[in-house]
């Protein structure tokens, strides 16, 4: 089992920044692929940004390239998401995974463990 845990979401300007991040416990953080979805209220889950397990290889949704960034740290166990430029249709609950596939994942059945969710909210 893997243990995810957000934090970082709150309420932020349009414009603004927020990082969020996401720290793993339970099972060796570097044999898992890691990504970030997102839930608009009434909406399915979607797709924000993933990495692979050494971090080398990163891809993000069209709607969050050049303003969202996805890193982590191995020796912390953490995956982070750099949100820059935020705008309002930005809301939602932001979803850290884990994933033990190897390659980088996009879809949200390659992912086994989900943190609970972190909500952030963007004001205009």
């Known amino acids: 089992q893997v243990q995810l845990v957000e934090s970082g979401g709150g309420l932020v300007q349009a414009g603004g920044s927020l990082r969020l991040s996401c720290t793993a416990s339970?099972?060796?953080?570097?044999?898992?692929?890691m990504g970030w979805f997102r839930q608009f209220p009434g909406k399915e889950r979607e797709f924000v940004a993933a990495i692979t397990r050494s971090g080398i290889t990163t891809d993000y949704a069209d709607s969050v390239k050049g303003r969202f960034t996805i890193s982590r740290d191995n020796a912390k166990n953490t995956v982070y998401l750099q949100m820059n430029s935020l705008k309002p249709e930005d809301t939602a609950v932001y979803y850290c995974?884990?994933?033990?596939?190897?390659?980088?994942?996009?879809?949200?059945?390659?992912?086994?463990?989900w943190g609970q969710g972190t909500q952030v909210t963007v004001s205009s």
């Open positions: 339970g099972r060796t953080f570097t044999n898992f692929g």
């Open positions: 995974a884990a994933s033990s596939l190897y390659y980088l994942q996009k879809d949200q059945p390659s992912y086994q463990y």
